[in-house]
């Protein structure tokens, strides 16, 4: 039984601060990956003389840079989240399955994206401070997070998605095998079986897998116990910053 303070919530951002978050957040994702489309077509840099085998084709023309860049689990996680916030802000009334197992994805996807990346990668990174890596290692993770915690949609998440979640890592998993198999190339060292065994790649993406698990059981049950009031408190502090309003006024959610 859904609890009053989480109903109202839970048919999704209609009211216009709410809508404002979701398009920002939208248009962070969609920043971030024309960014580092356009920066891959025509300013792209060839890797690093020394480089480790298995993580670059051999020739890296700006079309084969553009393929590689959709090979990066970073670039299906922003993709995601641009999804689901424009079906968010296309149809914000829908209790849709398909469309609450995206977005459940989506924040899990780009909390990974951006756990990875700062725990494993940043310390390699040479561009670490670059707009188009920011953006998408930092503010897209941040800002995805904070919209679905501040302006929702609440009340969408439940445990019974947790298997959905799995679906689009489990095709990118397979795109990124099949691919590797073909070319021999891999976007991730820690993926990389021109250097790494077999069974040390299959322990960690399984450890990711499981983290990824966790993260959507969290986020469901976070979802759950978040009073409404809470979020509809956080809506007037947005608006008194947004729009001049008096932080105390009441007004209809």
């Known amino acids: 039984m859904t609890s009053p303070a989480h109903a109202p919530a839970a048919a999704g951002p209609r009211t216009s601060w709410r809508r404002r978050w979701v398009l920002f957040n939208l248009l962070m994702a969609l920043f971030a990956l ?7 077509i025509f300013w792209g840099t060839p890797p690093p003389p020394d480089q480790e085998p298995g993580l670059f084709p051999e020739r890296f023309s700006a079309a084969e840079r553009l393929a590689d860049q959709f090979s990066y689990f970073t670039v299906w996680s922003a993709t995601l989240v641009a999804l689901a916030m424009a079906l968010i802000l296309v149809r914000p009334g829908t209790r849709s399955r398909v469309i609450r197992v995206l977005h459940l994805t989506s924040l899990v ?3 990974i994206t951006g756990l990875v990346y700062w725990t494993m990668l940043a310390a390699t990174s040479t561009d670490l401070l670059s707009v188009g890596n920011l953006s998408l290692h930092l503010f897209t993770p941040v800002v995805t997070l904070l919209t679905w915690l501040v302006a929702g ?12 979640i799995l679906v689009v890592p489990a095709l990118w ?6 691919r590797g198999a073909i070319l021999g190339v891999y976007p991730y060292g820690f993926i990389n079986l021109v250097r790494v065994e077999l069974g040390e790649v299959v322990r ?3 450890q990711v897998l499981g983290v990824a698990v966790v993260l959507g059981a ?4 976070i979802d759950r116990v ?6 509809a408190r ?3 502090i947005i608006r008194a910053v947004t729009e001049r309003t008096p932080v105390g006024r009441r007004t209809t959610e």
């Open 204 to 206: 960690f993406v399984a």
């Open 234 to 236: 956080a809506g007037r």
């Open 173 to 178: 998993l397979v795109f990124t095998f099949v």
């Open 226 to 231: 978040l009073p409404g009031r809470a979020r």
């Open 218 to 221: 969290a986020y469901c049950l």
């Open 109 to 111: 996807m780009i909390t």
């Open 153 to 164: 949609p609440a009340g969408w998440l439940e445990l019974r998605l947790l298997p959905g």
């Open 34 to 40: 024309i960014w580092v489309t356009v920066h891959n």
